[in-house]
C-alpha cells in the first residue's frame, strides 16, 4: 500500500537554529497537511497545502508541497524551546480524506 | 481548542472488559477519524466516517468496531480488552469532500487496562 517515508526521524538542535524536515512518497497526493504534537496532546494542524508547488507560512514554519506532488517539506525557523514535539507529515489521496500520517520527526530544542 | 470533543479523558479498566469512546466532531464537520497511538509511536488509523458511512478502514481489529450517528457523533467500540490495548485514542474531524480535508483532533482518550 502507499506509504510515506518521513525525515528525520529525530532532530537534537540548538535554540536559534534552522530545522528541516520531509516526507516522500511514490504516489501523487492531493493535499499536504502538517501536524506538530505535544506529549499527551492531540495533533495539532499547523499548515495545509493544497497545490503542487505552493510554499505557505504560518509565523517560522514554511512548508513547501512538492512539485512532483509525491513529496513535502517543513521548515521551521530559529527554533525555540516551544519547538520540541513530534512533527507529523500527513497526505491526502481522495476526496473523501483519507488521511496517511507519516512517522513523524522528534524535536528537541537546547538552549 | 480544536472544538473536537472527546470523553472521557482516562478510563481505566481490567482485560476482557468491553469500553465506549465517545467523540463529538466540530460543528460542520462530516468526517471523523479514528486513531490509535501506542507508547512512543506514531499515529495509527483505525476507522474513517463520513455522513454516517463508514469510508476507509485501517488496521482495526475485530475486538473493535465503530459507528458514526446521525447526529455525526462517533463512539469507538473496544472489546475483550487486552494489556496492549493500552494506548491514547484519537478523534479528528473535517468537513470533508475535496478541498476540505483539514482535519483536527480532539485531546484524546488515554486507555489503559490492567
Known amino acids: 500500500g502507499q506509504q510515506l517515508n518521513q525525515s528525520p526521524q529525530s532532530m537534537f538542535i540548538q535554540e536559534g537554529e534552522d530545522v528541516s524536515m520531509n516526507c516522500t512518497s511514490s504516489?501523487?497526493?492531493?493535499?499536504w497537511l502538517w501536524y506538530k504534537q505535544d506529549p499527551g496532546e492531540g495533533p495539532v494542524l499547523l499548515i495545509a497545502?493544497?497545490?503542487?508547488?505552493e510554499l505557505t507560512s504560518n509565523g517560522r514554519l514554511t512548508a513547501q508541497f512538492g512539485i512532483t506532488r509525491k513529496d513535502s517539506f517543513l521548515n521551521i525557523s530559529a527554533s525555540i524551546p516551544s519547538d520540541v514535539g513530534i512533527y507529523f507529515c500527513v497526505a491526502v489521496d481522495d476526496s473523501w480524506g483519507k488521511l496517511q500520517f507519516g512517522a513523524g520527526t522528534q524535536v528537541v530544542v537546547t538552549p | 481548542d480544536s472544538g473536537v470533543t472527546q470523553t472521557p479523558k482516562h478510563l481505566i479498566t481490567a482485560t476482557g472488559q468491553r469500553v465506549t469512546l465517545r467523540c463529538s466532531p466540530r460543528s460542520g464537520d462530516l468526517s471523523v477519524y479514528w486513531y490509535q497511538q501506542s507508547l512512543d509511536q506514531g499515529l495509527q488509523f483505525l476507522i474513517q466516517y463520513y455522513n454516517g458511512e463508514e469510508r476507509a478502514k485501517g488496521n482495526i481489529l475485530e475486538r473493535f468496531s465503530a459507528q458514526q450517528f446521525p447526529d455525526l457523533h462517533s463512539e469507538l467500540n473496544l472489546s475483550s480488552l487486552e494489556l496492549g490495548d493500552s494506548a491514547l485514542y484519537f478523534c479528528?474531524?473535517?468537513?470533508?469532500?475535496?478541498?476540505?480535508?483539514?482535519?483536527?483532533f480532539g485531546q484524546g482518550t488515554r486507555l489503559t487496562v490492567v
Open positions: 497545502l493544497y497545490k503542487a508547488g
Open positions: 504516489s501523487i497526493f492531493n493535499t
Open positions: 479528528a474531524s473535517s468537513q470533508g469532500g475535496w478541498g476540505n480535508t483539514e482535519a483536527f
